[in-house]
C-alpha cells in the first residue's frame, strides 16, 4: 500500500474539465477565438464539463463576432457589458433563445473574469412597516361603525376593521369575506381567505369585539352567503356618467 496524498473527487473534476479546456477546438469558430475562449473560461472555473461546453461556445461566438469588429481580443474589451449586449442584439443568425442564453452565460464569465466591471448592486433602502393602530385608534374606529344609521352598515362597518386591523386583511382578501368564512372556535376567531390555492386560516386578534362581529356576521349572513364588509357584488362598476 503506497503512502501519499490522495486526489479527492473534487479535484478529479476539477481536473477533467480543465482537460476539457485545454483540449477544446472546434472546427466553427477561428482558432483566435477559440484560444480566448479556453483562456476566459478556465478563469472562470466552471463546475462541470458541459457547463465548461456551453461557456466555451458563447465566449468563442463572441470572440468571433468581435474581432470582426476589429476589437482587441481581450477579456476587459470582450466581455465589457456594451460589448456583450451588442453582440446579443445584433449578431447574424441567431434565434432568439440563442440569443438570450449567449447573453446569461457571458455575463456570468464576465462576472468571473472582469469583476470590476461588474460590480455588486448598491443596497437600496427598504421602507419600514408602519406602526400597528393604538388600542385607542381602533376602538375610535369601532366607535364610528357603532354610530352609523342602519345595522346592515353597522355590522359591515365593524367587521372591516376587525378583519382589516384584527386578520390583517387587505384589498380583494378583505372584499371577498364572506360569513361562512369566518369561524368561531377555541375562544377566538378564524377567518377563511379564499384564494386560488384555497382556504387559507387568518386569525383574528380583536378578540372581543372580533367574536361580536364574527357571530353578527354569522347570523346574517350564513343563510345566503352574504359578504361582511361590501356589497353583495364586490366587482361592481360605478354607472357611466356618475
Not at 11 to 23: H, K, M, N, P, T
Not at 127 to 151: C, H, M, N, T, W
Not at 188 to 209: E, S
Not at 216 to 222: L, S
Request: glycine residues 10%; contains cysteine; hydrophobic residues 40%.
Amino acid at each position: 500500500m503506497t503512502s501519499g496524498s490522495a486526489t479527492t473527487p473534487a479535484g478529479q473534476g476539477a481536473d477533467l474539465v480543465a482537460g476539457y479546456i485545454a483540449r477544446w477546438r472546434p472546427s466553427s469558430v477561428p482558432p483566435p477565438a477559440a484560444a480566448f475562449a479556453r483562456d476566459v473560461i478556465a478563469a472562470a472555473a466552471p463546475g462541470g464539463q458541459e457547463r465548461a461546453k456551453n461557456l466555451l461556445w458563447a465566449a468563442a461566438k463572441l470572440a468571433d463576432y468581435a474581432t470582426g469588429l476589429g476589437l482587441d481580443p481581450v477579456p476587459e474589451v470582450l466581455l465589457h457589458p456594451s460589448v456583450i449586449e451588442r453582440f446579443a442584439r445584433c449578431a447574424p443568425g441567431l434565434s432568439g433563445v440563442a440569443r438570450r442564453t449567449l447573453r446569461t452565460n457571458l455575463r456570468f464569465i464576465a462576472r468571473r473574469v472582469v469583476p470590476a466591471l461588474y460590480p455588486q448592486d448598491a443596497a437600496l433602502p427598504r421602507e419600514r412597516a408602519k406602526q400597528p393602530y393604538s388600542p385607542a385608534e381602533i376602538a375610535g374606529f369601532l366607535a364610528l361603525a357603532d354610530a352609523q344609521p342602519v345595522p346592515s352598515r353597522r355590522m359591515r362597518a365593524a367587521g372591516l376593521v376587525c378583519l382589516g386591523a384584527g386578520a390583517g386583511l387587505i384589498r380583494g382578501d378583505l372584499r371577498a369575506v364572506r360569513g361562512t368564512d369566518v369561524i368561531c372556535r377555541s375562544g377566538g376567531v378564524i377567518v377563511a381567505v379564499r384564494g386560488p390555492a384555497g382556504h387559507q386560516p387568518a386569525p383574528c386578534h380583536l378578540a372581543d369585539r372580533g367574536r361580536g362581529a364574527a357571530r353578527a356576521g354569522h347570523v346574517h349572513a350564513r343563510r345566503r352567503d352574504h359578504l361582511l364588509t361590501t356589497a353583495r357584488r364586490p366587482a361592481r362598476r360605478p354607472r357611466p356618467g356618475r
